[in-house]
């Protein structure tokens, strides 16, 4: 793998109180030899309050590390990436969304321990040279578990998407139930460009992708989290070839976790419910979307069982 290098001039200083992108990379490089698996952090620009670029990371532990830098598949308008900028993603190193994959971004992925500071590099290069970010405090960044508590607070030097306590004193109180679901269902139409949306009588939100059939869920706990989930195929009975066949699966991806439930062969992925956003709700749907919608395929042809959707959509959103 060829070293990517980076020149570091006094012009790229910037005024004020902004790091230099050096010292910004060296912190990143820092925070993601940090992150526990299960773990993933999102940095990502704004203008007129939306979140347009992003790059993404998540541990996987043993299954690796993965990073994603975003794609035409989630930009549109004159935010969309040129045929250029899409090449200097791909002269970067990314490798490229391929029509009929399951990854919708351009993505890299390292086996464990990973180059951390050659993926901090990469991200930057990406950030300043093929997205246009100026200086590191037009980055805003998120961080998650895939359960359990966040890791630790990353020093990164920059603000979080938003605040996770109140004027920035004291602890946030947790937020209820009743209060996440209707910010849930605003990134859910976001997502679907519709003003409605529908529900089953489990007070689901299915969405139809493909031959699969998605289920956004919002589930009470501490903390709520919401939950994209898809039945990839009823009537498949248990064996230890399937087992394995999971097993296998869940050990090459990361976003997401298949498993063999009742008959059913189910994918399924969770996030924190507060503090939602239409970005997050996209990339679970497309992400879980596209692994259910592949898998009923490959695990049908092999162990059985029935698709999800076989004939026209009904009080599907």
């Known amino acids: 793998m060829s070293e990517i290098v ?3 001039t006094p012009a790229e200083r910037v005024d004020g109180d ?11 490089s820092a925070v993601l030899g940090r992150m526990a698996a299960g773990s993933f952090l999102i940095l990502s620009s704004r203008a007129d309050d939306e979140i347009v670029y992003y790059v993404q990371f998540a541990q996987g532990g043993r299954g690796g590390f993965r990073a994603e830098a975003e794609s035409n598949n989630f930009l549109a308008g004159r935010w969309a990436l040129s045929p250029a900028q899409e090449e200097q993603l791909a002269g970067l ?10 990854d919708l971004n351009f993505m890299r992925q390292w086996p464990t321990p990973a180059p951390y500071a050659e993926i901090a590099r990469l991200a930057v290069r990406s950030l300043r040279e093929v997205y246009g970010i100026e200086r590191p405090s037009e980055l805003v960044y998120r961080r998650f578990a895939r359960r359990g508590p966040d890791f630790a607070e990353p020093e990164l030097g920059i ?9 920035g004193r004291g602890k946030a109180s947790a937020p209820k139930l009743a209060e996440l679901v209707p910010l849930v269902e605003r990134a859910v139409k976001g997502f679907l460009g519709v003003d409605e949306i529908v529900r089953d ?13 998605l289920y956004v869920r919002t589930m009470d706990g501490a903390p709520p989290v919401v939950r994209v989930f898809s039945l990839v195929l009823r009537g498949v ?3 230890r070839p399937l087992l394995e066949a999971l097993n296998q699966i869940n050990a090459k991806i990361i976003f997401g976790r298949v498993l063999w439930a009742s008959g059913q062969v189910i994918v399924s992925a969770e996030v924190p419910a507060a503090g939602i956003s239409t970005e997050q709700i996209a990339f ?3 992400q879980i979307g596209a692994l259910a919608d592949h898998l009923d395929d490959e695990l049908g042809d092999r162990f059985g069982g029935e698709k999800m959707f076989d004939g026209p959509k009904n009080l599907v959103n």
């Open 159 to 167: 603000q979080p998407e938003r605040p996770t306590t109140p004027n």
């Open 284 to 286: 679970m749907c497309l």
């Open 237 to 239: 009975e248990s064996s």
């Open 201 to 213: 009588k489990d007070g689901d939100i299915p969405i139809r992708q493909g031959s699969a059939l």
């Open 93 to 102: 190193g990314w490798q490229c969304p391929m029509p009929g994959d399951s």
């Open 6 to 8: 980076v020149d570091y």
């Open 18 to 28: 902004d790091m230099f992108w050096e010292q910004f990379e060296g912190r990143l």
